[in-house]
């Protein structure tokens, strides 16, 4: 379980969305909801210090970036049945 400490309506790739930081034992984790735009299937990137993945949504895609790989995986799978995206 986890505390939602930052919630906000934002704007990604000219489609409406939603912005979330998650704190954790691990550090924060962001998740953003693209609305009406899709990855075909769900993949990782990583950077320097960050690592993340893109998983499709019905109606977009739920893309979640943090510190350590485990917790984002975790917090992508229980997420990515739980959004349920309506405008």
């Known amino acids: 379980r986890h505390t939602v400490t930052y919630a906000a309506p934002c704007e ?3 489609e409406p969305g939603l912005h979330l930081v998650l704190a954790s034992e ?18 990782m990137f ?15 895609t739920l893309a979640v970036v943090g510190a350590e790989g485990g917790l984002v995986d975790a917090v992508a799978a229980e997420l990515a ?6 405008i």
């Open 12 to 14: 990604l790739m000219q």
């Open 26 to 43: 691990s550090g924060p984790v962001t998740v953003l909801v693209i609305v009406d735009r899709q990855v075909g299937q769900a993949r």
């Open 46 to 60: 990583s950077g320097e210090d960050l690592r993340g993945v893109l998983r499709p949504l019905r109606r977009g």
């Open 81 to 86: 049945g739980r959004i349920e995206i309506r």
